[in-house]
């Protein structure tokens, strides 16, 4: 059943958004491969992340993909990519697919992850 809801909402995102699905389905596979037991759920409108505790979503919006970190304020960030000012929630706003490695979003989930598992 969550496979179904996740593959519609990627339908829905390749359907209106097409540019973004590129975007979003290369950080689901990052998120995904961040760790031995990572699950996925819809949640909020995009694709949450979850460890022993959720530790990222994945948000289509009209102009943009956003990669947001449940704990983010927490989060070292030596490259200065994370946004926001919250609490606890930052995130990393992505206009193309190139922008997913010169943001080195794989270094910020990894770290994500190994947060939500302590």
């Given at each position: 059943m969550k496979d179904d809801r996740i593959q519609a909402l990627l339908r829905e995102i390749g359907l209106h958004r097409g540019?973004?699905?590129a975007i979003v389905t290369r950080l689901?596979?990052?998120?995904?491969?961040?760790?031995?037991?990572?699950?996925e759920e819809v949640?909020?409108?995009?694709i949450?992340?979850?460890?022993?505790?959720?530790?990222?979503?994945?948000?289509?919006?009209?102009?943009?993909?956003?990669?947001?970190?449940s704990r983010g304020a927490s989060l070292a960030d030596p490259h200065s990519?994370?946004?926001?000012?919250?609490?606890?929630?930052?995130h990393i706003k992505l206009l193309?697919?190139?922008?997913?490695?010169?943001?080195r979003?794989?270094?910020?989930v990894e770290r994500a992850?190994?947060?939500a598992d302590e």
């Open positions: 540019y973004q699905l689901r596979d990052i998120a995904l491969a961040s760790g031995p037991a990572i699950a949640k909020y409108g995009g949450l992340f979850l460890s022993k505790d959720s530790f990222c979503g994945v948000f289509s919006y009209a102009q943009h993909v956003t990669l947001e970190f990519v994370l946004e926001g000012t919250g609490k606890l929630r930052r193309q697919v190139a922008d997913i490695d010169a943001k979003v794989a270094h910020y992850r190994l947060a």
